[in-house]
């Protein structure tokens, strides 16, 4: 498993963001393998959602986007993002809600972007 590579697998979907100024991209992995993806979105709501976790669930967050994108779990999560305006990586560390919905189906590891580092989670 290359870290840097899926790393940037995860900028590379943050350029599909339709925000215009943090952008953040997110992989969900399993054996290796990506199996969903996933960007941070303005237009995007789920009662289903909402009532399940128990928070509103009214924009979507990267990383909830990858895990709902995939048929099939996976246990690793990559997340990146840059800043629309320059192109400069910023700090992705998931917040308490994706670390709740990210547990709840299945990722126990997460690699994240932290300006010029990659930091790791265990959930
Ligand atoms: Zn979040």
């Known amino acids: 498993m290359n870290i840097t590579k899926l790393i940037q697998a995860a900028v590379n979907e943050s350029k599909k ?3 215009t ?3 953040i991209g ?3 992995v399993k054996n290796g393998k990506i199996v969903g993806r996933g960007h941070n979105r ?11 976790f128990g928070f509103p669930l009214w924009s979507l967050h990267a990383e909830m986007d990858a895990v709902l994108s995939a048929d099939f779990g996976g246990n690793i999560l990559f997340v990146a993002g840059r800043k629309k305006k320059n ?5 992705c560390k998931p917040c308490l809600k994706c670390q709740k919905v990210l547990k709840a189906f299945g990722v126990t590891t997460v690699y994240y972007q932290n ?3 990659i930091q790791l ?3």
Request: charged letters at 35%.
């Open 17 to 19: 963001s339709d925000l």
């Open 21 to 23: 100024e943090w952008q």
């Open 26 to 28: 997110a992989v969900l």
């Open 42 to 52: 303005n237009s995007w709501k789920s009662e289903r959602l909402s009532k399940q």
């Open 87 to 91: 192109g400069n990586l910023i700090d």
């Open 115 to 117: 300006r010029d580092e």
């Open 121 to 123: 989670m265990e959930l």
